[in-house]
């Protein structure tokens, strides 16, 4: 087929009878990869020709022949090829010749053979070139091929870097700026990379410097750790955002640091803290505790003491925890605090005696559950100290007893209750109470000492619509009219609706 | 009485009606079973690598007893969880027994419970394995990252280890019905849960492809607290407040099935009933209920008179549907009664006519005396919690008589332990004193100025109360959050988003998202967002931003992420909000939550 290049009468003949026998793509593929092999550069053109050649010759046989085998160029190539013949081949062919001529080179000295090249793949041929510090060339090779930045240039680039480190004779700030002018915005470059490989020569300020260009403080972090820059790989931890890699530092900073430097550094890292503080809640409560010693924290100490406090089950440790939170929220200054916690060792004292005097089980519970327990028990005599001792509100000691009493159906003890003084939550409630406990007879009883705003309310609770129109009526109120008609069924006296309608537009007219 | 309130339900009906086939071109949601599907996919994947899994055991921190020569924990990254886990290898070993272990941590592996496994000195024993499940399709527009713990952590612990994670998350849908055009935000955590998916996105890979939701919308929860303090008065927020709905399912007890048996229910849009009743006021669900028994009846009472071959079409073709039908309704009116059983009281209404006084700021005094009450008469350890920080929340805080008083009182009915949910409380901004000088009108002066009022010594206190001043009053009254009293309000049919409140309240967080929809953006909204405090933020563009102008119908598919959680009422009033507007809102959440899971989430009351 070569000989079809050398403008032969023959060839034309040649190409005929290749292409009758319908061998004309093999011949062309054949010439291609001849190509390939061959390590004279004008040998490698001489066989590349052919193609574009044979396949003009299939349009114009004879006449364009040869006047076409003088110039070789891409636009006539990619015109007229042969009918199903793939340029990717050839375009390859090319790409990769022009590779190895490259490598090939004196200066370079690589006497690759194609199949070699094949084999070994670019990437390799790469990384060799890398080891020969040849860096130009490979990045040149790199954007030649098109090979991703990340794994082409980036790639060099940080070889190049990580070489340009461990010059000694330059200084970090040269260094430092040379490599990020270079680098710039390159794609995948991982400056933290880099700086591990400046530290590994010992020169620790250089990598610091370096990895001030990491844009991801995530990956600065381990090696911050591993140059024992401990405080700076906290703060940038934290700067990430992500708090695994906080916790990662604290927990490097807890093992490396004594206690005191430890807290302190935490003093300084709200969020560091806060996470270690979760995590001592449920490790560690005491080191929880040293954490808000150090800082003086009285209230969250309070806190934490009267956590403390009901994880006891004696008595005795409980109440020293108390103490302990009554001091620490006097220092906060939290009087609020300190004197309700006084209180509550007061009331655990009173339940304490009471439960080994009356066997009735009270340590625990809070003030009002204890009075309940002990209205309940028929111990109103302990009930009424503990309501004086504490100041319970009136109306909350009222409201007990009452419903205290009703639970017992107790109704003659209500009674007097009821009558013992005047109550602070009115006596609505008790006609409530009573009908609840399904007790109108008891309940009819408090109606009439009911206030007249609540009256109407106090008589429909006990049924009775007559004393609730009554009452209603006289105070022309309209809404209650209205409320109690809604109440009427068919089988009330048709006689009192008619009043309360009656009532009702008379009430609307003022 | 029955037919008036049937005619009104179809009224109601015809309305809806209306205003979707205004809008016919409505976009479709995307569909999220895909979620379901990948998440599957790689728990399968992580199982396969065991073999044989024999059975599965609930994680309840007691003792395994099992013969098994391995165990598989699936996991949330739980300090505790793992604590027990530790416990089971170290048991195990001390009784000789050869085991292995594997921990799947879903859906992130926290270092610190590395940590744990190894202070406990069982590190070499166990491996572990991630398990990316972030996302849990609730409902067509619901999906739950099921975290409730994100709460607490975040705002009452400022432990920001969750941030990723819902940074994941978004990431994920970014990938799946990406890429955004708009992303709008309030909150710091908001930020920070941006800032971490902008850093995912640009680590990963990025595709072209058709967005499918246009809009994004990151809301921490504590912008509003107000709302989720509020009594639920829609159906499925009613079901939630009553029976608490876990994971889109609901248990309903005996009294509720009137038999001795509970029934487990899924509810979503899959069962028809619910779907229609779910964003209803409940005053309207009774009466949709008996027209529907009614309708049912109508279509078995057609079986009277049918021949033979029809009576084969109808059981083979009708029957199976109706008896479904049958089943949810009958189940819903049981609910609606027990509901009603429990909501009508008297002690309900009042209850709720504290709560409207308190968001109006009417007879305050009064609404004191009520709570005072309530605490008194131990009615509700939490609904008595509800009140005291509703009524701070909507005060700027407790006067300082109040707020020693109303404590005390409170410790006296529930027990010192309480001490520390008062300090949590105060730590969220939730149940404050009023500073002295900082009546409302002093307040309302400083609008103009940065809020925080940072005094000498108080700067150190980087949550000081001072700064989370809610400044309801003001803020309600810009964003016209209180409709006009004395107008009647007809809860059949809605004017706005007030009536899942029974039209006293328009839910501040919905109304937040409206306003920013509207104007394309915070413009306009300074002295809002400076009195919420601010980190607010819009960005154009995710990824290709341009491109995805292409596709109009996404720019109407808004996506709202709550951070630390959102109601049902909230929900509804975003459906709403979308029917009214031509948007359809999915809700990624947190966790669902209510009144009562916010606040037991700040107790500390069990050691």
């Known amino acids: 087929v070569v000989w079809i290049y050398h403008k032969s009468q023959k060839a034309d003949e040649y190409l005929r009878e290749i292409k009758e026998q319908g061998l004309l793509a093999e011949a062309v593929r054949q010439c291609v990869e001849a190509a390939g092999h061959e390590q004279e550069a004008e040998t490698q053109k001489t066989l590349l020709r052919v193609k574009p050649l044979v396949c003009t010759s299939i349009k114009n046989l004879a006449h364009s022949l040869f006047s076409l085998s003088i110039s070789v160029s891409a636009a006539s190539f990619g015109k007229c090829f042969l009918s199903n013949f793939p340029p990717e081949l050839f375009v390859i062919m090319c790409r990769d010749l022009r590779v190895l001529n490259a490598v090939r080179d004196y200066t370079v000295g690589i006497p690759l053979t194609h199949t070699q090249f094949k084999q070994m793949t670019v990437q390799v041929l790469i990384d060799r070139l890398v080891y020969r510090k040849l860096y130009p060339l490979a990045i040149e090779i790199c954007r030649y091929l098109k090979t991703p930045e990340y794994q082409g240039v980036s790639r060099v680039l940080k070889h190049w870097a990580c070489c340009k480190v461990q010059q000694k004779e330059e200084s970090d700030e040269v260094i430092a700026r040379t490599i990020s002018l270079k680098l710039g915005e390159a794609a995948g470059i991982s400056y933290s990379e880099i700086a591990t490989k400046a530290y590994e020569c010992g020169r620790t300020e250089l990598a610091i410097k370096l990895l001030e260009f990491e844009p991801r403080s995530g990956e600065q972090v381990p090696l911050l750790l591993k140059m024992k820059r401990s405080q700076l790989a906290l703060s940038k931890a934290i700067e990430s955002g992500d708090t695994d890699l906080v916790y990662t530092v604290v927990t490097y900073l807890k093992n490396e640091m004594n206690r005191g430097d430890f807290f302190m550094t935490l003093r300084n890292q709200p969020v560091a803290l806060s996470l270690y503080r979760q995590f001592c809640k449920h490790q560690e409560q005491d080191t929880l505790k040293d954490l808000f010693n150090q800082d003086d924290d009285h209230q969250e100490l309070g806190n934490f003491y009267v956590k403390a406090s009901y994880k006891e089950k004696r008595l005795e440790a409980r109440v020293a925890h108390l103490q302990s939170a009554v001091d620490e929220y006097n220092k906060a200054k939290n009087e609020f605090a300190a004197k309700t916690t006084e209180e509550e060792m007061r009331l655990l004292r009173f339940q304490k005696k009471l439960e080994e005097e009356k066997g009735e089980s009270l340590v625990g519970f809070s003030l009002h559950d204890t009075l309940r327990t002990l209205l309940a028990v028929g111990l109103h005599k302990h009930a009424e100290q503990l309501y004086k001792d504490f100041k319970v509100p009136d109306k909350r000691f009222w409201w007990l007893k009452l419903t205290a009493l009703a639970e017992k159906e107790d109704w003659e003890e209500l009674e007097k209750f009821a009558k013992s003084k005047k109550s602070p939550i009115g006596y609505l409630p008790f006609v409530e109470v009573c009908v609840k406990h399904h007790n109108k007879y008891e309940a009819k009883k408090y109606v009439s000492r009911v206030t007249p705003e609540q009256k109407v309310k106090a008589h429909l609770a006990v049924g009775d619509m007559e004393g609730a129109a009554d009452a209603a009526i006289e105070r022309r109120n309209e809404g209650e009219i209205s409320t109690i008609l809604s109440r009427c069924s068919p089988t009330t006296d048709r006689a009192l609706v008619e009043r309360l309608n009656r009532a009702k537009s008379t009430a609307a007219k003022k | ?607």
């Open chain 2, 1 to 607: 009485m029955y037919v008036i309130q049937a005619a009104a339900v179809r009224g109601r009906c015809a309305g809806c009606l209306m205003a979707q086939s205004g809008r016919r071109d409505a976009p479709e949601l995307p569909d999220f079973s895909l979620l379901k599907r990948l998440a599957r996919d790689q728990l399968i994947y992580l199982l396969e690598q065991q073999h044989e899994v024999d059975k599965l055991y609930k994680v309840e921190l007691k003792p395994i007893v099992s013969t098994a020569d391995q165990l598989c924990f699936l996991i949330r990254p739980r300090i505790q969880t793992v604590k027990w886990i530790s416990d089971v290898v170290n048991l195990d070993k001390a009784a000789g027994r050869l085991r292995r272990y594997k921990i799947i941590f879903t859906p992130q592996k926290f270092y610190a419970c590395e940590a744990v496994l190894e202070e406990q000195g069982v590190f070499g024993d166990v491996t572990c394995d991630e398990w990316a499940f972030y996302l849990l399709p609730l409902d067509d527009d619901i999906i739950s990252l099921e975290l409730p713990e994100f709460f607490r952590e975040n705002f009452l612990e400022g432990d920001q280890r969750w941030v990723g994670a819902a940074g994941g998350a978004l990431r994920l849908i970014h990938s799946l019905y990406g890429p955004f055009s708009k992303v709008y935000g309030i909150g710091q955590c908001a930020k920070m849960v941006y800032e971490s998916w902008r850093e995912q996105v640009e680590d990963g890979e990025q595709k072209t492809q058709q967005p499918e939701i246009g809009n994004v919308f990151l809301i921490d929860r504590d912008v509003d607290f107000i709302t989720p303090l509020c009594s639920q008065v829609v159906y499925e927020g009613l079901v939630d407040d009553i029976f608490r709905i876990k994971c889109g399912s609901v248990e309903f007890g005996p009294e509720v099935t009137s038999s001795d048996k509970s029934i487990k229910v899924m509810l979503n849009s899959q069962d028809k009933v619910f779907n229609e009743i779910r964003n209803e006021h409940f005053s309207n669900v009774f009466g949709f209920l008996s027209q529907k028994a009614r309708n049912l009846q109508t279509a078995y009472d057609k079986r009277r008179g049918m021949d033979i071959q029809q009576m084969k079409a109808f059981v083979s073709e009708e029957l199976k549907g109706l008896k479904q039908e049958h089943r949810l309704l009958s189940l819903h009116i049981g609910a609606s009664e027990c509901i009603m059983k429990k909501k009508t009281k008297q002690d309900f209404q009042e209850l709720l006519k504290t709560e409207h006084s308190l968001l109006e700021g009417f007879e305050v005094r009064e609404c004191v005396s009520f709570i005072e009450e309530h605490i008194n008469r131990q009615i509700s350890m939490i609904d008595s919690l509800r009140l005291l920080c509703l009524l701070s929340l909507t005060e700027n805080g407790l006067l300082p008589k109040d707020y020693r008083s109303l404590k005390a009182q409170y410790l006296q009915s529930y027990g010192i332990e309480h001490l520390l949910t008062f300090s949590n409380l105060k730590q969220m901004g939730l149940l404050v004193e009023q500073q002295p000088g900082e009546t409302l009108t002093v307040m309302e002066s400083k609008v103009g100025k940065l809020v925080n009022d940072k005094t000498a010594g108080k700067l150190t206190d980087a949550f000081s109360s001072l700064a989370k001043k809610s400044n309801f009053r003001a803020l309600s009254k810009r964003l016209v959050l209180i409709p006009k009293s004395g107008e009647e309000y007809d809860l059949r049919v809605p004017r706005d988003m007030a009536y899942i409140f029974s039209g006293a309240y328009v839910p501040l967080s919905c109304k937040l998202i409206e306003q920013v929809l509207e104007r394309d953006g915070w413009t306009g909204l300074e002295e809002i967002t400076r009195m919420l405090n601010g980190h607010e933020f819009a960005v154009s563009g995710g990824a290709n931003g341009t491109e995805s102008r292409i596709k109009a119908d996404s720019q109407r598919i808004v996506l709202v992420m709550f951070l630390g959680g959102c109601t049902y009422s909230e929900i509804s009033a975003l459906r709403f909000l979308g029917r009214e507007r031509g948007y359809k809102f999915i809700v990624v959440t947190t966790a669902i939550t209510n009144s009562g899971r916010l606040l037991e989430a700040l107790l500390d009351n069990h050691p």
